[in-house]
């Protein structure tokens, strides 16, 4: 079992930037894909990003060259650095644990999430 703990959301205007993390802990950390994903109100929950153990980033098409995921297996811990946000950037953001290595595997546990909050 894996818990995951994020941090780093608030309230930013148009253009800022916010870095979020994610703490892995209870369970293989480093021998898993990370991912993160949002939920915007009245929406489905999204991809965003993942990233397998090896280091391998994939990115949704709406955040692509703005977001960057990495992590750092000696700290348990996942990062979502976020530029040149939007407004529809705005949702509660959830950090992912899948199945496996890869970022084809299942996503598997979840976090309770972080609010990003995006003005115009």
């Known amino acids: 079992q894996v818990q995951l703990v994020e941090s780093g959301g608030g309230l930013v205007q148009a253009g800022g930037s916010l870095r979020l993390s994610c703490a892995a802990s209870g369970g293989s950390f480093s021998g898993r894909a990370m991912a993160w994903y949002r939920q915007a109100p009245g929406k489905q929950r999204e991809w965003v990003a993942t990233?397998?153990?090896?280091?391998?980033?994939d990115y949704a098409d709406s955040v692509k060259g703005r977001f960057t995921i990495s992590r750092d297996n000696a700290k348990n811990a996942a990062y979502l650095q976020m530029n040149s946000l939007k407004p529809e950037d705005t949702a509660v953001h959830y950090c992912?644990?899948?199945?496996?290595?890869?970022?084809?595997?299942?996503?598997?546990?979840w976090g309770q999430g972080t609010q990003v909050t995006v003005s115009s």
């Open positions: 992912n644990a899948r199945a496996g290595t890869t970022n084809f595997s299942s996503p598997l546990y």
């Open positions: 990233i397998s153990s090896g280091g391998t980033t």
